[in-house]
């Protein structure tokens, strides 16, 4: 016993002094000096390089808006199972530590039967009950660094579960106020629309009353009804556009269509930033997009599950022991049944074929090197789509500039055409051409303000959230 307890020592002797992690370190990859630089479509006054915001939604100062995107946050079921990924992650992370910790089994068996008598003692009964109970206990000598790789593994694994959560809150927060946007951005088309449907009416009537007087033809009447019919028919598309967007953002707040604000129905005025939007550089970008840092995150995991395959190469070994008891006939299950120990290590090595082994730690370096080639590819990602969002508001805003200065110049023009139709200085069709115009103009810049506003959500949507995790 005593020179068990002292070759028990010298094993655990052995392991503290002699124990390393095998595998490569992870390093945080390399960015390219680029990528920090500021952005190319930075130069603008419509945005600036200051940090972004996190809660960047605020920037429209619309509360109806912040409490649809505090109620999609709260029950959106996207973020729900983000959430649930979460937490499988990090009971997979204790799973890990776990194997830290000794093994414990508890067993025991019952029986009642009877033997041969050529397996019977003289003056032992040859039948009755057998109870047998055994307590185990096993510790692995993590001398190779199997079981702390795993751990370094899982935590990558929750980490990366974490940022995945960040990137379904960035896409929930984005749909949520375009959604919004959408629906009152609309709004505002329809009652645009409905104006020049209106203006038209009008217009039709006087002609109608002139054509009655044998001041205008058939035909100027017949055109006016026309353009307003024309006109009247833009409408119903963008009711249509207008509910689906009302549905979507039921849906991404966790409601049914019926459920929907009040407030959400109002908005007739397309939501703007006013302004200069913070963009920061490349820097803030991949420190904030959540997409990168989950990248980042999975090739860490991966670099540590080379150490995992590569600590099969070693001897795997464990400290066991063993406390059992067995009650036979009409003896007491506990007390003073015999009892029986054992105690010992217990060595598992996969030697001298080793191919499976080094098979499974060319696959783990595999899937790391395609973890490297993602998470570049995400950083490009990254920077492309926020360039392209910064070039798409820039000339969505230089668009709707022009737009703004065609529509003042065509409704200028429509009111001296009215006027001069009404004293009889023009005939009806050159009226009705300024009138077309106008409402065309009209329709125009309403579309280039939703252009804008999207563009404003595609911006910050590249942009990626504020959130740390949860």
Known sequence: MFRMNKTIAALLSASALTACTVGPDHIAPAIPPTASAPFVGVQTADVTADAPADDWWTLYDDPVL?????????ANTDIRVALARIERARASL?????????????SASGSYGRVSESETLPGIDREGRRIAGEFAAGYELDLFGRVARGIEASRADEGAARQDADAVRVMVVADTVQAYVDAAASAQQIAVAQSMVDLLARSERITHARFERGLNQKLDVLRLTQLREARAATIPPLMARRDAALFRLATLTGRTPQELPADALRRR?????????????????????????AAERRLAADTARIGVATADLYPRISLGAAVSTTSLGDMPVLGSGPLGWLVGPLIQWAFPNQEAVRARIEAARADADADLARFDGTVLRALEETETALSAYRNALVSEERLAASRDAADRAAKVSLARQSRGQIDALASLD?????????????????????????????????????
């Open 269 to 293: 005025t397309t939501p703007d930033v006013s302004q200069p939007i913070p963009v920061g550089d490349g820097r803030m970008l991949l420190a904030r997009r959540p997409d990168v840092k």
């Open 94 to 106: 204790r799973g890990s530590w776990g194997e830290a910790l000794p093994q414990t089994k508890v």
């Open 434 to 470: 300024a009138q077309r115009t106008l409402a065309e103009t009209e329709a125009d810049f309403a579309a280039a303000r939703r252009a804008v506003a999207l563009a404003q959500i595609d911006l910050f949507r590249a942009l990626g959230g504020g959130w740390t995790g949860g």
């Open 66 to 74: 912040d409490a649809l995107v505090e109620d999609a946050l709260a």
